[in-house]
């Protein structure tokens, strides 16, 4: 098919989320947003929220494989234990992956078989901004904004006691999953509990690991479509989480404590070392254990807020975070590297009442942060950051129509032994909006973004087999410029719901990982410079629904959605731009049953960089189905069945995808249930 007719099919199915994001509610408030409250259908810019019933049934994963079916968005689908989103085309460093407004001092944005140290199955809501639309979160959101956010600390009272549990298994990778939240109110005291336990084996494929593109650029016989197991790709997590807070008539104040550990396989990660012949000067290369990651994180963090009547403000918001996190690389249970971050993060906004439709924050970020590793794969030197905030952000709304705007000034310093740089970014937005009719709402939006190079991007200079190369930086690098329009519209009326997004970004001094043809000696990698050049992305993204029929608790609606992004450079594509994707699904309510039928198509990519391959495309069906059988309407099952023909899936945006196609036929079952 056609990428003009997938597309023009989902605009007339009235396109939803896919997978695992579920159609807009018009009052839903976007918490990441800003500080004071912006609805999702009055969103300037592209949004999703997945909630509590959504993630529940959502994939046994990580963050990229839980959120990789919601438009514009996909996994970097380093195997099961380590998946980041990848947001219009952009990854690593360009999306901010943040617990409860805060960063989450890890090593996830340095390398993709780094675990992001938040699981999605402590959270309440994850919240999905594409674009740089957050500007309250500095440069490192200049792709997107993805916000996990958890009930640890409760802002509102609570009278008795309320919780959740969640048990499931799958036969894909014969794995299991168990999660709960517990919290319970004593006067004005609220306390939690929760956690998340999560066991996998290594998955099973329906064709040979190595793709066939793989296989005969190196010469070799391909082993054909003979189905087997993705080796290496067990998990095993355990996340413990408690908090206190106290909720006054004018406020809260909490804390909470977390704790993760997690391990887990990295596929095609095992490592290669030089071995003498008995007594020869020549060498061969001789293959070692594959590597695990033995990742530990502990977290503390302090959140509040207190009405006050201060001049033009009327509540004061503060959130703080510290954490220290450690992950090591095992060869046969010997440690290689090992690398921590240890840090803090914090947040104070002040905000403004609504004055006849304008509302606005005044806000202050500052972190501190100490990065450091050690062994055979340490090829970012020790690294100290800093960085200080300060941002406005603005909005005017008269019903008809509005106005919204924001301002930052961020100063980052990164500190290396023999380098040292500092950078000051300012970044803006400015955007405008109309609601021409009842149920409509257009917003066309600009920003203008800076982002301070990352370490890595400065100071690496060693091999890095994960990304099978061995990686230089430039200390002389400048900040990253993006210069972006979004054009939103919602419909919202009757039985249609629909949402649509067009954008474009251009770079300047865009910041990519290019070969310079040559290899290095000790590692036989090739050498990849971190370099700058011009760049442009643009695309769209497309949701909604249409309720086809309703009778009192029973209805069927057809949901679809549809994303494109394409991107160019100077020096040529970039790498791994995700392909275009289309879905269309079908939903019964049935009052105590819910059922799902979904086709998920995802084009190929032949538009690539100089050292990766194309991808093929490929046709996705999933199922599920949804039983309330009890009296107690809070006790749910379901089944769920992904990839049910068995096809033969690669995603295009991961690193591993010509060795470690995505899962094959999975049955998941499991049980839910909330008191």
């Given at each position: 098919?056609?990428?003009?007719?997938?597309?023009?099919?989902?605009?007339?199915?009235?396109?939803?989320?896919?997978?695992?994001?579920?159609?807009?509610?018009?009052?839903?408030?976007?918490?990441?947003?800003?500080?004071?409250?912006?609805?999702?259908?009055?969103?300037?810019?592209?949004?999703?929220?997945?909630?509590?019933?959504?993630?529940?049934?959502?994939?046994?994963?990580?963050?990229?494989?839980?959120?990789?079916?919601?438009?514009?968005?996909?996994?970097?689908?380093?195997?099961?234990?380590?998946?980041?989103?990848?947001?219009?085309?952009?990854?690593?460093?360009?999306?901010?992956?943040?617990?409860?407004?805060?960063?989450?001092?890890?090593?996830?944005?340095?390398?993709?078989?780094?675990?992001?140290?938040?699981?999605?199955?402590?959270?309440?809501?994850?919240?999905?901004?594409?674009?740089?639309?957050?500007?309250?979160?500095?440069?490192?959101?200049?792709?997107?904004?993805?916000?996990?956010?958890?009930?640890?600390?409760?802002?509102?009272?609570?009278?008795?006691?309320?919780?959740?549990?969640?048990?499931?298994?799958?036969?894909?990778?014969?794995?299991?999953?168990?999660?709960?939240?517990?919290?319970?109110?004593?006067?004005?005291?609220?306390?939690?509990?929760?956690?998340?336990?999560?066991?996998?084996?290594?998955?099973?494929?329906?064709?040979?690991?190595?793709?066939?593109?793989?296989?005969?650029?190196?010469?070799?016989?391909?082993?054909?479509?003979?189905?087997?197991?993705?080796e290496n790709t067990f998990t095993d997590l355990k996340v413990y989480g408690a908090g206190v807070s106290y909720v006054g008539d004018r406020g809260y104040l909490g804390l909470s404590v977390k704790r993760?550990?997690?391990?887990?396989?990295?596929?095609?990660?095992?490592?290669?070392?030089?071995?003498?012949?008995?007594?020869?000067?020549?060498?061969?290369?001789?293959?070692?254990?594959?590597?695990?990651?033995?990742?530990?994180?502990?977290?503390?963090?302090?959140?509040?807020?207190?009405?006050?009547?201060?001049?033009?403000?009327?509540?004061?918001?503060?959130?703080?975070?510290?954490?220290?996190?450690?992950?090591?690389?095992?060869?046969?249970?010997?440690?290689?590297?090992?690398?921590?971050?240890?840090?803090?993060?914090?947040?104070?906004?002040?905000?403004?009442?609504?004055?006849?439709?304008?509302?606005?924050?005044?806000?202050?970020?500052?972190?501190?942060?100490?990065?450091?590793?050690?062994?055979?794969?340490?090829?970012?030197?020790?690294?100290?950051?800093?960085?200080?905030?300060?941002?406005?952000?603005?909005?005017?709304?008269?019903?008809?129509?509005?106005?919204?705007?924001?301002?930052?000034?961020?100063?980052?310093?990164?500190?290396?032994?023999?380098?040292?740089?500092?950078?000051?970014?300012?970044?803006?937005?400015?955007?405008?909006?109309?609601?021409?009719?009842?149920?409509?709402?257009?917003?066309?939006?600009?920003?203008?973004?800076?982002?301070?190079?990352?370490?890595?991007?400065?100071?690496?200079?060693?091999?890095?087999?994960?990304?099978?190369?061995?990686?230089?930086?430039?200390?002389?690098?400048?900040?990253?410029?993006?210069?972006?329009?979004?054009?939103?519209?919602?419909?919202?009326?009757?039985?249609?719901?629909?949402?649509?997004?067009?954008?474009?970004?251009?770079?300047?001094?865009?910041?990519?990982?290019?070969?310079?043809?040559?290899?290095?000696?000790?590692?036989?990698?090739?050498?990849?410079?971190?370099?700058?050049?011009?760049?442009?992305?643009?695309?769209?993204?497309?949701?909604?629904?249409?309720?086809?029929?309703?009778?009192?608790?029973?209805?069927?609606?057809?949901?679809?959605?549809?994303?494109?992004?394409?991107?160019?450079?100077?020096?040529?594509?970039?790498?791994?731009?995700?392909?275009?994707?289309?879905?269309?699904?079908?939903?019964?309510?049935?009052?105590?049953?819910?059922?799902?039928?979904?086709?998920?198509?995802?084009?190929?990519?032949?538009?690539?960089?100089?050292?990766?391959?194309?991808?093929?495309?490929?046709?996705?069906?999933?199922?599920?189905?949804?039983?309330?059988?009890?009296?107690?309407?809070?006790?749910?099952?379901?089944?769920?069945?992904?990839?049910?023909?068995?096809?033969?899936?690669?995603?295009?945006?991961?690193?591993?995808?010509?060795?470690?196609?995505?899962?094959?036929?999975?049955?998941?079952?499991?049980?839910?249930?909330?008191?």
């Amino acid at each position: 098919m056609s990428r003009t007719f997938l597309l023009a099919t989902a605009a007339a199915l009235a396109i939803a989320p896919s997978a695992v994001a579920q159609t807009k509610e018009v009052q839903e408030v976007v918490v990441t947003a800003a500080p004071y409250a912006v609805t999702l259908d009055s969103a300037t810019t592209s949004v999703d929220i997945l909630k509590r019933d959504e993630l529940d049934q959502a994939p046994a994963g990580g963050l990229g494989d839980v959120l990789a079916g919601v438009a514009g968005v996909r996994s970097s689908a380093f195997g099961p234990g380590a998946s980041r989103p990848v947001i219009r085309g952009l990854s690593g460093p360009r999306v901010l992956v943040l617990s409860n407004g805060l960063g989450q001092v890890d090593a996830s944005a340095l390398s993709p078989d780094h675990a992001v140290a938040t699981d999605p199955q402590e959270a309440e809501r994850i919240e999905v901004l594409r674009g740089p639309s957050a500007l309250a979160y500095g440069g490192s959101a200049i792709g997107g904004v993805v916000n996990i956010i958890d009930d640890r600390i409760a802002d509102a009272p609570l009278a008795g006691v309320q919780g959740r549990l969640l048990a499931s298994g799958s036969s894909v990778d014969d794995g299991w999953q168990t999660s709960g939240a517990l919290r319970a109110g004593v006067g004005n005291w609220v306390l939690s509990l929760d956690g998340v336990r999560r066991k996998t084996e290594d998955y099973e494929v329906p064709t040979a690991p190595e793709s066939r593109r793989m296989t005969e650029s190196e010469g070799e016989a391909w082993g054909g479509p003979v189905s087997g197991k993705v080796e290496n790709t067990f998990t095993d997590l355990k996340v413990y989480g408690a908090g206190v807070s106290y909720v006054g008539d004018r406020g809260y104040l909490g804390l909470s404590v977390k704790r993760t550990e997690t391990d887990y396989g990295v596929p095609g990660h095992a490592h290669e070392h030089d071995h003498a012949h008995d007594g020869e000067d020549e060498h061969d290369e001789a293959e070692e254990a594959a590597v695990a990651i033995d990742l530990k994180q502990t977290r503390y963090d302090l959140r509040g807020e207190y009405r006050i009547d201060l001049g033009p403000f009327e509540t004061v918001r503060f959130a703080g975070g510290y954490a220290d996190y450690t992950h090591k690389e095992l060869e046969d249970d010997e440690i290689g590297t090992q690398f921590s971050s240890e840090g803090w993060e914090g947040r104070l906004e002040l905000i403004q009442p609504n004055r006849n439709g304008w509302q606005g924050a005044l806000g202050f970020q500052a972190l501190k942060r100490d990065f450091e590793a050690v062994g055979e794969e340490a090829f970012v030197p020790p690294t100290k950051t800093t960085e200080f905030g300060v941002f406005t952000l603005q909005r005017y709304d008269q019903d008809r129509w509005g106005m919204e705007g924001g301002l930052r000034l961020e100063t980052r310093k990164l500190e290396s032994p023999g380098e040292e740089r500092d950078f000051t970014a300012i970044s803006g937005s400015l955007g405008g909006f109309i609601r021409p009719a009842d149920g409509w709402f257009f917003a066309l939006s600009g920003s203008r973004t800076e982002r301070a190079p990352s370490q890595e991007e400065l100071f690496a200079d060693g091999p890095h087999p994960a990304t099978r190369a061995y990686e230089r930086g430039d200390a002389d690098l400048d900040a990253e410029v993006s210069y972006s329009l979004d054009l939103t519209g919602h419909y919202g009326a009757g039985a249609w719901d629909v949402d649509a997004h067009v954008f474009a970004a251009k770079y300047e001094g865009f910041i990519d990982l290019r070969p310079t043809g040559d290899e290095d000696e000790d590692s036989h990698l090739p050498i990849h410079q971190f370099v700058q050049t011009d760049a442009t992305f643009y695309g769209a993204e497309l949701e909604g629904s249409y309720r086809l029929w309703e009778d009192g608790a029973r209805s069927f609606r057809l949901e679809a959605s549809a994303d494109y992004v394409h991107g160019k450079t100077d020096l040529g594509p970039p790498a791994r731009i995700p392909p275009w994707s289309v879905a269309g699904r079908g939903v019964f309510e049935g009052g105590w049953w819910t059922g799902r039928l979904e086709v998920r198509r995802v084009g190929g990519q032949n538009r690539v960089a100089e050292f990766e391959l194309p991808t093929d495309g490929y046709t996705m069906l999933n199922a599920s189905l949804a039983f309330r059988p009890l009296k107690d309407r809070d006790f749910r099952v379901f089944v769920e069945g992904r990839n049910l023909t068995d096809v033969e899936a690669r995603e295009h945006a991961s690193f591993l995808k010509d060795i470690a196609p995505l899962p094959g036929r999975n049955v998941r079952v499991g049980m839910g249930y909330r008191f």
